[in-house]
């Protein structure tokens, strides 16, 4: 009797370890906390940079590091950190083209780009007149592009000569 007893006590035990080592966890409650917060922001539409979205990151940020929520908490701080972060800077030239048959934007836009490759491995002393060259020649190959229309549309109204008529 007094064994049976044992295993009953033991086999409590064990359940009772189990039960609050489970319920020991309270990053999923921590999670859902900051769930609430983050759904409220992205319902009123607030940008990732606002400083409301702090409390949300602090939130996520207490979810304990043990827990088995926070690989989830982690992701959605990457993801909210992601949307902070810099906006990666617009490319310096796009690709042009040069040879028979190319139109004058193509042939400014391959002049850009090879300014732009020239400004990618230049030292310090050359970067600057490098810059202002590319500067430059952004300008003007906007200026083309504003005044270049496919065949069939109306250039005159940007400063281009009117169509002849017979």
Known sequence: MWTAFQRLAAALSILLCLVFATGCDSGPEKLREADVKYQALVDQGVRPTDPA????????????????????????????????????????????????????????????????????????????????ALTQCQKELVRIESHSHPPGEHGHEHGHEAPATK
């Open 53 to 132: 979205w702090d409390e949300v990151v602090a939130a996520l940020e207490a979810v304990p590091k043990d827990s088995r929520a926070r690989p989830e908490a982690d992701k959605r701080l990457a993801a909210i950190r992601g949307l902070r972060g810099k906006l990666p800077p617009r490319p310096l030239a796009t690709p042009g083209a040069t040879g028979p048959g190319t139109d004058d934007s193509d042939a400014k836009r391959a002049a850009c780009e090879a300014l732009a490759k020239k400004l990618g491995v230049a030292d310090d002393a050359a970067r600057e007149p490098l810059q202002a």
